[in-house]
Structures are given as C-alpha cells and as structure tokens.
C-alpha cells in the first residue's frame, strides 16, 4: 500500500483493461467501497461502473463481501493479483517448458479468460489448434493435459461458499461427445456448468522458485551441480511440503540412484561425493548434513538459501547505486552486524573523508541504519554513548521492493509517452500493413506489394526501427524487474 | 529538533537528516568543517545519471517472453473485458488505429450471475433470476417448517434460556426509559447549573471516572 504502487496498479489495468477499469480499480485500491461509492468517486455511469467490478471480479482481481441484506457488497481490491499480471509471461513460458504446447496453449486461454469451466476452455482451445487435426484426438488429448494441470495443481476451483477441501484439485466429469456437438453448433450445456477453474499462483511460484535456486547454483558452480540441485529438490518434494522453511531429511543415495538412471550427467556420477561436498561446504548453507545414516542426509534450507540471495541482490543493488567502495563498506556493516564510524574507518582502508561521505550517502538512503546507545547518568568516569551503524534487511527489502514498484511505474509511463509521441508514424505503418495484407489476399503481385511497401520513408523506417528497440527494452526491463521482485517477494514470504 | 530526537535511539522516524549536533559528532561530522548550507531549490526534474546502468540480457527466452506479453496484451485489448469510454458522436477517430479499433464488434463478456453479488446483475438477468427465487424460495418455507418442528421436539430446554436473555433486556430498556425520564421531571432548564468555573479546563480526567452521563 503506497503511493507507487497505487499508480503502478492504474497503468498495469489500463494497459489491459481499459480507461473505466483502471479507475474503478483506483478508487478501489484507496479503500474497499460499495458500488455507489465507486461511482461517486469516478463519476462514470452506473452501467459501466457495475461492468467494471464484475470485470475485476471475475478476473480474480477484486473481491466483495455481501452486506447483510445479501444483494449489496462491499468491493476490495487484490494488490497481488494485479502485479502477478506481470509474470503471466513467465508462467505460460514454465508450462511450455514442463509440459507440451497444449497444455500452454489451456493456460493462455485460462488467463486470457480469467476463470472458466472444463468444457468451454478446452472448447476455446480446440478451435484455436483446430487446424489440420482431427477434433476427436484433439478433444482426448486436451482433456487429459487439463487433467493433468488440475493433479499437478496448476489449475486450482474456484472457491465458493460450499466447495470442500478436497475438491478444490478434484478433476471434473467431461463428456467428449457432448463437447465435440458443441463445437457442430449444438445448443447444450455441458456437463461441468458451474465449475469453475482459475490458475493456484502459488505452484507457480513453487517451480519458479526452484527454477531461481537451480539457476543460482548452476550460476555459481557449474551445469552438473545444478542438475545435482535440481534432483535434490525434486526428491524434497517426496517427504516435504512445499513451502516449509527447512526440509525433511533426503537420503543422499535416493539422490544418487536417480544420477545413475539417468545417464545424462556422466561427470556428475563419476565425481558424485565431489559435487555434493562443494554444495555442502559452500558459504551459503544451501544443503545442509543432517545424519550420517545410510551415506548421509541433507537438508534444503530454503529460508536461508532465500536471506542469502536478497543480501546478494542488496550486495548489487549497493554496487550499481553507489559504486565499489560502497559496497565494500556495506558488506563490512553487514558482516559485524553493528559497528561504530571510527572501526569501518579503520577497517576498509580508505581515506576517511571519503569513508564518511560514502557512509552517510549510504544512510542518507536507508541502506545502513544508526543506532545509538546512551548510557543513564553516570556519576563517575567519561560519559560514553555509542553511536552504531547497522542494516535491517528486511526494512530494506521493503525499501527495494517500493523502489522496484517506482522503476516499473516510470518505465511504463515513458512507454506510453513514446507511443503518444509516435502515434503518427505507428499508423501509417499499421495502415501500409493493412493494405499490402489487403492486397496479397486478392492475390497482387510482387512489383505492386513493393510499391506499397515503400510509402513508407527510409527514415521513417529507421524511426520505426528505433521506437521499436525503444519498446523491446522498456518491455525487457518490465520482465527483468519482476524477476527481482519475485526474489524480494519470496524472501519476505519466508520471513 | 533536539528535544525531538533526545529521547529514545537518536532516529525516531523517516525524517532523513534530523541528527543533533552530538550525534552528528559521533558519527564523525567536526563542527570545524564546513558542511553544505541547506539547499532552497527543489531538485531537477531529471537529475544527471552518475554511471550508467547495465546492459539487459538478450536470449531467446526473453525474446519468446515478449512475444508472450504482447500477445497477452492484444488479446485483452480487443477482448470484451476491455472497457472503451462511451462514444463521443461528434468526433470521428483521427487515427487509422482507432478506426480498426472502433470497427472491431463490440463483445461483451460472458458472465456466470450466480457468482457476483446481485446489485451488479444487469437488469435482464436480475428478473430472470427473481423469477427462479420466487419458485425455489417455496421449497425453502416448507423445509424450514420441517426443522422449526425438530427443533420444537428437541430443544426445548433451549427455549428456556432464550427466553431468560430477552427478559433481562426488556429490563435493561425499562430502566433506560427511567434515566430519561429523570432529566424531563427536572421542568425548566432554569434548574439545572451550567456554571463553569474553569477547574475543570484541560483536565483530562474529565468525565471517565464519572461513567457515562445519562
């Protein structure tokens, strides 16, 4: 809840849903309101307003809570929600990866849908891969990706007042008959009517996060450690749930047969008691030995992996903002916790005016934080008092956080300001585009389809060449923040 | 700002530079040198960068994340879900883009009434929907009637207590009726003294040991 966030949050919904939403969600994010309460505030007709909420409803994006006469509501905005539309990218590309097309091409449509029955999403999925296929096997196998997402909990039903426990991941009944006269043109409705579905984020998050940590491994070490890592992970889940902070015990030697078996990783199997010793002996507590029985056992500590890399991503932050010196002088205040001005003076061997003036940039921006401990009276001797220089992480990660929130904000209003700009020349392209595509159709020749493709100027080609890097790298730095929350995000989850 | 800052841990609050002059001493700030005076001029709108930021990654996998997010983004732009302004008649869209955009059918989005509060149901669905409730909500008085006779059979003794509670209430509201009286037997405001000799003035014990005032 800040300033920030709240106007990263309008131009996240105007960008997808429109000018009405984006300020019904606004208002909402000032506090919850009833629906003439939100139309009071943004002033726009009642008929809108109500589409709105129902938009942002059924996108997951806002709650209600119905009064007690049961027709009126209460309407609350979901901060998370919102921003997890920045990482949709991200999740379809992690099931393109895992699974097959199809099941990528479901999670598209679901997303593009917000929430929506079995039979309708593979319905919108089968006419989008209809193309040279036979509908039948089309149909089968779409059923059983669905399914398969819904055991492996990507899909999560969506919870209404009387929906149990157990059948939150329950696969639901699916006629392939019906849904194949469906598609003819009949007029039924299927089976599954009212149940719906929408993504469950947090499993996401699971295989992003592992994703993160096998990267950082394979980042610091090398390939076959984090194969070593992934395996270690995936037989966590066995005994573990996901989100605990410290893992159950993993046999080394379950990690192992899974080595041998799969033949991928030759060196790894040859150097197998090397490769754990350098994961387990490393700084950074990523495994940790927890028995001796059986070859020994280790532990994933995903807390400490998680602290470890938001104090390396400070450790950057620190570098990039403030150059070298800086930083040296922060891990210094991070690695003696606390310390008095004099002793970094002493300790990073550097000029002292440039030590203090590096210090209190530092403070200046909250990266270190001042401490100071006073004695009560006293009576006898030289009144002492310490003054201590600290770091607070997870205050600083909350700073980091508002600033990542403040970076996305600015990037996105510059790219609507470019395309403002720009407006002219991205028209007349979109215009020359329609044309020749027009014209191609009726079947023009090649000399015709040139003519029209040089009304547009060579420099104004080159501006368009330019815009378009512009935008290819503000929409980059949009996915390349979200990662760094993501991180953040995790850390204080974990907290 | 000292007296501020004495107290407790020197830095109370998000106020950047509000150090005394001791603390500022212990962190090594010498009266003798000559500290920058306070600065009257608001900052520059774009203040000069001092390093330049690091170039971003280029893979394949960015690139298919793009593609991603802008087919994401087109499709929600074009789908039923993105709310256009009313129109204006007067003004014709001057850009080839929001001509295609205006030709584009306008969709609607489907929604499932069941699952929104009723208030936001068009008008259409909302009578259909009442409709249904008329039918069904009979099957409910019946079933109701149904448990209201178990619960006769069975919880009597509950009874008993129920009816304990709403005594006592209607007690509690009789002497409240009698607080009230009082002040009106009273007659004329004349009788009552609102002298205030000014004791009472800033105190701030005022009126919470008394109880409330009837």
């Known amino acids: ?495 | 700002m000292s007296g501020r800052s004495r107290g407790r841990g020197g830095r109370g609050g998000a106020g950047g530079t509000s150090l005394n002059r001791e603390q500022l001493n212990s962190i090594g700030v010498v009266p003798g040198e000559n500290l920058p005076g306070p600065i009257t001029e608001p900052p520059p709108l774009y203040p000069t960068l001092n390093r330049k930021p690091l170039p971003l990654r280029e893979s394949v996998e960015i690139d298919y994340l793009l593609i991603l997010r802008r087919d994401f983004i087109d499709h929600m732009q074009t789908s039923g879900a993105y709310l256009k302004m009313p129109e204006d008649r007067k003004g014709k869209p001057q850009h080839e883009i929001d001509r295609l955009l205006a030709q584009l059918p306008n969709v609607k989005e489907k929604f499932d009434w069941q699952l929104f509060p009723a208030e936001l149901r068009p008008k259409v669905v909302a009578k259909r929907m009442k409709l249904k409730d008329v039918k069904s909500s009979i099957d409910i008085e019946s079933r109701l009637k149904q448990l209201e006779k178990l619960e006769e059979k069975s919880g009597e003794a509950m009874d008993v207590t129920v009816k304990e509670e709403a005594e006592q209430e209607e007690n509690e509201e009789q002497l409240e009726v009698n607080y009230e009286d009082e002040d009106i037997d009273d007659g004329t405001d004349y009788a009552n003294n609102y002298f205030d000799n000014g004791e009472a003035y800033e105190d701030e014990d005022d009126n919470l040991d008394d109880g409330p005032i009837y």
């Open chain 1, 1 to 495: 809840m800040s300033l920030y966030q709240g106007k990263l949050l309008h131009l996240i919904l105007l960008e997808r849903f429109g000018p009405i939403v984006a300020d019904v969600g606004k208002a909402l994010f000032e506090f919850p309101r009833s629906l003439f309460h939100v139309r009071k505030t943004t002033g726009f007709p009642l008929l809108k307003v109500k589409e709105s909420l129902s938009i942002l409803i059924k996108f997951n994006l806002a709650s209600f809570k119905l009064n007690h006469d049961g027709t009126t509501a209460t309407y609350r905005l979901i901060i998370d929600n919102i921003l997890l539309m920045l990482r949709y990218p991200k999740f379809i590309n992690l099931i393109k990866m895992k699974m097959e097309d199809e099941a990528e091409t479901l999670v598209e449509e679901l997303l593009y849908k917000g929430c929506s029955t079995a039979s309708e999403l593979i319905i919108k999925t089968a006419t989008r891969l209809k193309e040279n296929k036979d509908i039948g096997t089309l149909l089968k196998q779409l059923k059983d990706k669905f399914a398969s997402l819904v055991t492996a909990k990507y899909f999560i039903r969506l919870k209404n007042a009387n929906t149990q426990e157990q059948e939150l991941f329950a696969v639901p009944t699916i006629d392939l008959k019906q849904l194949s006269s469906i598609m003819n043109g009949s007029d039924e409705t299927p089976a599954d009517e009212s149940i719906y579905w929408t993504l469950n984020p947090d499993r996401f998050h699971q295989d992003l996060r592992d994703q993160l940590v096998v990267n950082a491994v394979t980042n610091k070490f090398d390939e076959n450690t984090g194969e070593l890592m992934r395996i270690f992970l995936q037989q966590m889940y066995i005994r573990t749930s996901p989100w605990v902070p410290v893992s159950n015990l993993i046999p080394v030697l379950e990690v192992k047969d899974i080595v041998k078996k799969q033949k991928t990783h030759p060196q790894l199997l040859a150097f197998f008691d090397q490769y754990v010793n350098i994961l387990e002996q490393d700084g950074n507590n990523i495994i940790q030995k927890a028995g001796e029985a059986s070859g020994g056992s280790f532990q994933i500590e995903m807390k400490k992996i998680f602290t470890q890399l938001t104090w390396e991503i400070m450790e950057q932050l620190v570098n990039e903002k403030f150059d070298t010196k800086a930083s040296r002088i922060f891990r210094l205040v991070k690695c003696r916790r606390y310390i008095e001005p004099e002793e970094i003076q002493h300790l990073v061997m550097m000029p002292s005016k440039e030590v203090k003036r590096i210090t209190y940039q530092l403070f200046e921006e909250n990266f270190v934080l001042l401490n100071e401990l006073k004695r009560s009276i006293t009576n006898s001797g030289p009144n002492k008092s310490f003054t201590l220089f600290y770091i607070q992480l997870t205050q600083l990660v909350r700073t980091t956080l508002e600033l990542s929130y403040k970076t996305l904000f600015n990037i996105m209003t510059r790219r609507h300001h470019e395309k403002f700009l720009n407006k002219r020349i991205i028209d007349k392209k979109q215009r020359v585009d329609t044309i020749s595509m027009g014209m191609r159709v009726q079947g023009a020749s090649v000399d015709q389809l040139t003519d029209i493709e040089e009304m547009i100027t060579p420099p104004e080609a080159e501006a368009l060449a330019k815009i378009g890097k512009m935008m290819k790298k503000l929409n980059v730095a949009e996915l390349e923040i979200d990662d760094t929350i993501f991180l953040l995000q995790m850390y204080l989850a974990y907290e």
